[in-house]
């Protein structure tokens, strides 16, 4: 449902690090915020995103 070539310019806005497509959502590999994808487009705004489960 997400091209594979816009993936690989999406990057978390915290860390400007690259993000991993698991299940329905973006996960970033450096903070763990989850973004949200709506309608096939992602929404990569802090403000939406999850924050993982605290350790
Ligand atoms: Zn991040």
């Known amino acids: 449902m997400i091209d594979k070539s816009l993936l ?3 990057a978390c ?3 400007k690090t690259p993000v991993d497509l698991q299940g329905d959502r973006l996960v970033c590999t450096k903070c763990g915020r989850r973004y ?3 309608d096939g487009i992602p ?3 802090v403000d939406e ?3 993982p ?3």
């Open 8 to 10: 690989e310019i999406l």
């Open 13 to 15: 806005p915290v860390c």
């Open 36 to 38: 949200p994808i709506r």
């Open 43 to 45: 929404v990569m705004l």
């Open 49 to 51: 995103a999850e924050m």
């Open 53 to 55: 489960a605290p350790r």
